[in-house]
């Protein structure tokens, strides 16, 4: 492979490296996977404390069942589904954001028409470091790219891309 091939700058040649045609940001997974643990945990404990407290036929235990057994799976395939498919990807003149399942299609977005960045941290952001990236356009509701894995490079990124195409005069 040549060196300016490489994405990685050589310290001994003193090359620069090839510039990334795109740059991709994914979700975190703990951020999407932590509320379904919670939630098995919780019940589980709930159901655990009434078997051993000789209540384990009782209504509630039922509940706490029919949550571990029906609730929490598809809390977590839902999670898995939001991991595989959300995505902010930096092209040249503009970006893709897939927000995640349910959403089928990515939204995609010319640098100009972006009015306003920010980001969001919920709780489960706060304890991971994920965040949802806010994108507002000059057409159309917000875009929201939740649960993205270091959501401040990701801002940062935006902000430069967009910087190339956007005139500040």
Known sequence: MHPVDSQIESKATGAVPHPRRRLA???????????????????????????????????????????????????????????????????GAHLEAHPGFPARDPVIVAYPAITGMSLRRGLSGWITGAGSLVIEREVGPP???????????????????????????
Do not use: K
Not at 39 to 47: D, P
Not at 149 to 167: I, K, N, Q
């Open 143 to 169: 875009l929201v790219i939740p649960g993205l894995l270091d959501p401040d490079a990701a801002l940062a990124e935006l902000a430069a891309h967009r910087a190339a195409f956007v005139r500040t005069d």
């Open 25 to 91: 940001r994914r979700a975190s997974a703990p951020a999407l996977f932590l509320p379904g643990v919670i939630v098995a945990a919780g019940y589980g404990g709930l159901w655990l404390f009434l078997y051993l407290d000789s209540r384990g036929d009782g209504a509630l235990a039922r509940v706490s069942l029919l949550v571990l057994a029906i609730g929490v799976p598809l809390l977590l395939a839902h999670a898995g589904l939001r991991l595989s498919t959300t995505r902010l990807t930096l092209r």
